[in-house]
Structures are given as structure tokens and as C-alpha cells.
């Protein structure tokens, strides 16, 4: 069983630098809006095991409901279904103003330090075009896959989920670990201190633990 990496906006292959497991494939955020990570599933002819970070846990949700067969497990680091907040159903997320402050200061200091990156470790982000940190935030803005995660997965059989979450994170509330421990109920969910939102890079040990956990747990799973 693979194991693709997907990973989140803006962000490069330092994001993963401290994490040890095994990573066959790391898609970056401009593969999964080209639906790379899509063509890469359906050329598996073993079910593969998904971790998302951010908008890349995103991805991963969505691709767990439009292809569960072929999904062993998900290892989700600060995933939502919807980043954006919305006042009619109470969803706490973003505002747009936000995420516009969010988008000018990565722009500005290409990341470092803006989304909570610990000292001393490399910086996840980087100063990418234009065009596409443009077409991620239409992602963030846009995407809700609450209603389609409910219809795929509630009340019925899941995948191995393990549910990573800082207590603190400004960008993805710890709302959305509680709310996707109700869709995944047998999901693990594990709680970190603190605000970071780039956890492999904080908490590299615990999740090179949830995934190896979750690897086994998909393999004993139908």
C-alpha cells in the first residue's frame, strides 16, 4: 500500500522535513487543483493511504467521496470541508477579510513564520506565481464538502482516519476535528497544544505515529 502526501497551500516539500514515514508521492497544491493526485489514484491497483495537511486534507476528503474504494486510509492535519466561515449554519471558519490578510502575508514574508512555524525548523511556504496562489484561495473560498462527506460516509462504513488538530490553530478551528470525528466516529483524534498550524513540522513524531497507526488499521480493515 502507497502512501501520497498532499499538501497544503502554498507550501513545498519542507513542509515534511522532520516527519520520517515513508512518502511514494508528495503533491503539491497546483497538482491537486490540475487533479493529478486523481489520475495517480486510478493507476493504483492497491488501495492507497492519503495525508492531508490543510487545503490538501481538503483534497483528500474529497477525494475519499468520489473514490472510497480506492481509499485504505486518511491521516488528516488540519483538514476542514470548508475553510471559509458561513453565519447561516454556524460553521466556524475564515472570513473572507481573513484569509485576504492570510494571502498578503504570505506574499510578504513568502511564509516564514506567518503560519505558526516553529523556530529553527525549514519554512514550508514559498513565494509561488501568481496565477496559482490564485487559483488555491478560489479553492479555499469555494470549496464546501460537508454535504457531500455526510451523504458519502455518515452512518455508513469508513476508511482508517486518524484526526490531527492544534487547539489553537487561527486558520482551521479545532470545530472541524470535532466535526469530522462525527462523520469518521471511529477516527482517532488527537488534539495538539498550541497554534501551529503546520503540524509535521511541529509534531513530527506524532505524525509519523498516526500514520504508521493508520497504515496498520486500514490493512486488518475490509
Excluded at 466556524?92 to 514574508?109: C, I, N, Q, V
Aim: glycine fraction near 8%; include cysteine; charged fraction near 25%.
Amino acid at each position: 500500500m502507497k502512501t501520497f502526501v498532499l499538501n497544503g497551500w502554498a507550501a513545498n516539500e519542507h513542509a515534511w522535513d522532520l516527519c520520517t514515514f515513508t512518502r511514494d508521492r508528495v503533491f503539491s497544491y497546483v497538482e491537486q487543483l490540475d487533479g493529478i493526485p486523481e489520475d495517480a489514484i486510478a493507476g493504483e491497483d492497491d488501495r492507497v493511504l492519503l495525508v492531508g495537511w490543510s487545503m490538501g486534507g481538503s483534497v483528500a476528503l474529497r477525494l475519499a467521496c468520489r473514490h472510497p474504494e480506492k481509499i485504505a486510509g486518511l491521516v488528516l492535519l488540519a483538514a476542514t470541508p470548508r475553510m471559509m466561515a458561513d453565519k447561516e449554519s454556524g460553521w466556524d471558519g475564515m472570513t473572507p477579510r481573513r484569509l485576504e490578510a492570510l494571502s498578503y502575508g504570505l506574499k510578504l514574508t513568502h511564509g516564514a513564520g506567518f503560519f505558526g512555524t516553529p523556530a529553527g525548523v525549514p519554512n514550508p511556504y514559498e513565494s509561488d506565481d501568481e496565477a496559482n496562489l490564485e487559483r488555491g484561495l478560489k479553492y479555499l473560498l469555494e470549496t464546501d464538502l460537508r454535504q457531500e462527506l455526510e451523504q458519502t460516509f455518515s452512518g455508513k462504513r469508513h476508511p482508517a482516519v486518524a484526526i490531527l488538530q492544534s487547539e489553537k490553530d487561527g486558520i482551521v478551528r479545532p470545530s472541524n476535528a470535532a466535526y469530522l470525528s462525527r462523520v469518521f466516529p471511529s477516527a482517532k483524534v488527537t488534539m495538539l497544544p498550541g497554534a501551529e498550524h503546520a503540524i509535521a513540522l511541529s509534531a513530527p513524531t506524532i505524525v509519523d505515529l498516526a500514520v504508521r497507526e493508520t497504515t496498520v488499521l486500514s490493512a486488518k480493515l475490509p
